[in-house]
């Protein structure tokens, strides 16, 4: 596609000028400071992105309020520098960037002020005990605790009902906060306000949330009146900058529920999307309604929803007005982006996910070289939003680190031999590749990827193979050698100046009485297709193989048990993910046995004799055949002999074996200091 391409043409939203139509859409990052100030992670990810050549970049979830959460903040004038110091890092690459203001859907004042009172209380119960004063110590210290779990109580209330509860006054308080926010960002250089429409003002236009009796509930016209009140506060405040709008839409199921809260179905979304733009809002990004309590259903992770999911109502809004209009939602590919724009469908493609993934997309569009493409696991990214850490993608090692960790050009030329083509040592040789090594791969089956082909087969998870294709294209497009069918020889590895070890790992059974029965099958041996199933399977280990097989087998119409040691079975499995799975489970009656010990196997293969750990008593479990889902162990090498540096990595690189993160950041570990 080269310079030719759609998705690096030029566009014009409001008084700005995006120098291509690739936007980082907002996302919680996790890098801010615990202040919310823009520090050096924070300020070094987005500063990355771009580098990649992203024309337009949007800084999730900043609070124009002193709140709890950790997201970036923007309520005090002194915060101005550090937001400032972010726009000029952008403006260096002809990089706009937008911050997207929002309000918690919860009293704020009241929050922080019952948070506040919980660590003045547990101060003095700390100066009390330093006194000598055990009984104040321990009255205070009840005292903190019943006023902490007071402010997350309210929270959890006023995150359902202070949509309908908070009083006018508190609106206008809060319009003002975002006005005065938006105010500072103007005068710190940046380029654009996102107005969060999900989160409070999406609360206010919802028939499913909004029980409003005032000026502010009830009809259409009352229930996005706030919203526009907003964007006029904006436009006072910040007569300069650009402003978008997210406008969430709520979907609908398969099974006709509904798919989100917090925004407006679909006939209102194009008619609210019409005021947007007479109200002067420059830009328009269309994107699922959230509120739901999985995050999966406004980041669907792969398999469970259609790609470009969003695009047929972003379409609709893009004939209902003339301004520019963002799509977003599992636009996976830059094949994905040109069509849409071709047929002229939306404006401007928000690649979140794949902006993780590979933050160079557009400078790799340009220059014709392969983009490593987002998986839509959800398990780096997602998840970690969900349990408060680091956002990350499984398979870019520099995620967060962007200062610390990247590819070092290499001092020196080297040979360097890698020992099998698992995800593991496909990244070495990436790596080692680009540093300007000499590289030849050695695996002695007969296609790279190793166990990325058995976690392609269960139901939904085929877009894994996509980090497969990638490394086939991107080794190729580095000269990188790859001799399958072939055993590395220890003659070829001293010929070499360094061995990388990637031979990965292999699945292992209980030792336990019964476990050698010919009625046993290996769970990588049913994935890989070689051993057929029928009839009640019997699955021991409830761990993330042994889910994805149960699922499978289900698909070949058997029935399932699932045997587990630990309290619940999926564990390390997305939380985005999990329903889906929960749902298929129950749909076929899979049973599960938690806290379930097996002892022994008897009927040649067809009993199980367990114990449950958590009521101890026995269990009989019969069924038409048992598959091992236990684990594995890494595989070793014999290299004695070996003259030149040997390193290992992924799954051999320990003694527990490694997830795909894991493999990937060994391997470019590793490839990067040698």
């Given at each position: 596609m080269g310079k030719e391409s759609l998705l690096l043409q030029p566009l014009k939203a409001g008084n700005l000028t995006l120098k291509n139509r690739i936007m980082f859409p907002p996302l919680t990052t996790g890098y801010e400071e615990r202040d919310g100030s823009?520090?050096?992670?924070?300020?070094h990810f987005y500063e990355r992105l771009a580098k990649g050549g992203a024309a337009y970049v949007v800084i999730g979830d900043?609070?124009?309020?002193?709140?709890?959460?950790?997201?970036?903040?923007?309520?005090?004038?002194?915060?101005?520098?550090v937001f400032k110091k972010l726009a000029d890092a952008m403006h260096a690459y002809d990089c706009k960037v937008a911050l997207q203001i929002f309000h918690p859907e919860y009293d704020v004042p009241s929050v922080g002020r019952l948070i506040m009172a919980s660590r003045n209380a547990a101060m003095e119960a700390e100066k009390a005990k330093a006194q000598g004063d055990m009984e104040t110590f321990g009255a205070k210290m009840q005292e903190a605790g019943r006023l902490g779990k007071e402010s997350y109580a309210k929270i959890h209330y006023d995150m359902q009902h202070f949509v309908s509860e908070a009083s006018v006054e508190q609106l206008e308080e809060i319009k003002k906060s975002i006005a005065d926010a938006s105010r500072r960002a103007m005068e710190a250089g940046i380029d654009?306000?996102?107005?969060?429409?999900?989160?409070?003002?999406g609360s206010l236009c919802s028939t499913l949330l909004n029980h409003r009796v005032d000026n502010y509930g009830g009809t259409f016209e009352n229930r996005i009146r706030y919203a526009l009140e907003v964007v006029s506060a904006i436009k006072e405040a910040a007569p300069t900058l650009m402003i978008e709008y997210?406008?969430?839409?709520?979907?609908?199921?398969?099974?006709?529920?509904?798919?989100?809260?917090?925004?407006?179905?679909?006939?209102?979304?194009?008619?609210?999307?019409?005021?947007?733009?007479?109200?002067?809002?420059?830009?328009?990004?269309?994107?699922?309604?959230?509120?739901?309590?999985?995050?999966?259903?406004?980041?669907?992770?792969?398999?469970?929803?259609?790609?470009?999911?969003?695009?047929?109502?972003?379409?609709?809004?893009?004939?209902?007005?003339?301004?520019?209009?963002?799509?977003?939602?599992?636009?996976?590919?830059?094949?994905?982006?040109?069509?849409?724009?071709?047929?002229?469908?939306?404006?401007?493609?928000?690649?979140?996910?794949?902006?993780?993934?590979?933050?160079?997309?557009?400078?790799?569009?340009?220059?014709?070289?392969?983009?490593?493409e987002c998986l839509n696991c959800n398990k780096g990214c997602v998840d970690a939003i969900q349990s408060r850490r680091y956002i990350s993608c499984v398979l870019n090692a520099e995620n967060g680190?962007?200062?610390?960790?990247?590819?070092?050009?290499?001092?020196?030329?080297?040979?360097?031999?890698?020992?099998?083509?698992?995800?593991?040592?496909?990244?070495?040789?990436?790596?080692?590749?680009?540093?300007?090594?000499?590289?030849?791969?050695?695996?002695?089956?007969?296609?790279?990827?190793?166990?990325?082909?058995?976690?392609?087969?269960?139901?939904?998870?085929?877009?894994?193979?996509?980090?497969?294709?990638?490394?086939?294209?991107?080794?190729?497009?580095?000269?990188?050698?790859?001799?399958?069918?072939?055993?590395?020889?220890?003659?070829?590895?001293?010929?070499?100046?360094?061995?990388?070890?990637?031979?990965?790992?292999?699945?292992?059974?209980?030792?336990?009485?019964?476990?050698?029965?010919?009625?046993?099958?290996?769970?990588?041996?049913?994935?890989?297709?070689?051993?057929?199933?029928?009839g009640h399977c019997a699955i021991i280990g409830g761990g993330l193989v042994g889910t994805e097989t149960a699922e499978y087998v289900l698909e070949k119409g058997c029935n399932v048990s699932i045997i587990e040691m630990t309290d619940k079975i999926a564990n390390g499995e997305s939380s985005t993910i999990l329903p889906s799975i929960m749902a298929n489970f129950a749909k076929h009656d899979v049973k599960q046995y938690v806290n379930t010990k097996v002892n022994s196997i008897e009927n040649d293969g067809k009993t199980i004799l367990a114990t449950d750990t958590k009521e101890e008593k026995d269990i009989t479990i019969d069924c038409d055949m048992i598959i091992m889902a236990v684990g594995s162990k890494k595989n070793t090498i014999d290299v004695e002999g070996v003259s030149v540096p040997v390193y290992y990595i992924g799954d051999c690189a320990g003694e527990r074996t490694a997830n795909i993160a894991e493999a990937i950041r060994t391997g470019y570990k590793v490839a990067n200091e040698i």
């Open positions: 823009i520090g050096e992670r924070s300020l900043v609070a124009p309020v002193r709140t709890a959460s950790p997201t970036p903040k923007l309520f005090d004038d002194q915060q101005i520098p654009a306000i996102e107005i969060h429409g999900d989160r409070l003002l997210k406008l969430p839409i709520i979907t609908i199921n398969e099974d006709g529920s509904s798919r989100g809260k917090g925004g407006l179905y679909e006939a209102e979304g194009v008619e609210f999307a019409k005021k947007l733009e007479e109200a002067g809002v420059d830009m328009i990004q269309v994107a699922q309604a959230n509120h739901t309590g999985n995050m999966g259903d406004t980041i669907p992770p792969m398999g469970t929803v259609p790609y470009n999911w969003t695009l047929p109502i972003a379409k609709k809004v893009k004939e209902a007005v003339s301004i520019p209009v963002a799509t977003v939602g599992r636009v996976l590919t830059v094949e994905n982006g040109e069509e849409i724009l071709a047929n002229g469908d939306a404006d401007v493609i928000a690649y979140g996910r794949s902006l993780l993934c590979d933050p160079d997309i557009a400078l790799k569009i340009e220059k014709d070289e392969p983009i490593r680190d962007e200062t610390t960790i990247y590819i070092k050009p290499a001092e020196e030329k080297k040979h360097v031999v890698i020992v099998g083509a698992g995800i593991a040592g496909l990244e070495a040789a990436r790596v080692a590749a680009i540093r300007g090594y000499k590289v030849d791969i050695y695996e002695k089956e007969e296609r790279v990827g190793g166990q990325i082909h058995l976690a392609a087969v269960p139901p939904r998870k085929d877009e894994i193979l996509r980090s497969v294709e990638y490394y086939e294209k991107i080794l190729a497009d580095k000269g990188v050698t790859i001799h399958l069918n072939t055993e590395c020889t220890k003659d070829i590895m001293n010929a070499a100046d360094v061995v990388i070890v990637a031979v990965g790992s292999h699945d292992v059974t209980l030792p336990i009485k019964g476990a050698d029965s010919e009625n046993i099958l290996s769970s990588w041996d049913v994935l890989a297709g070689k051993a057929e199933v029928n």
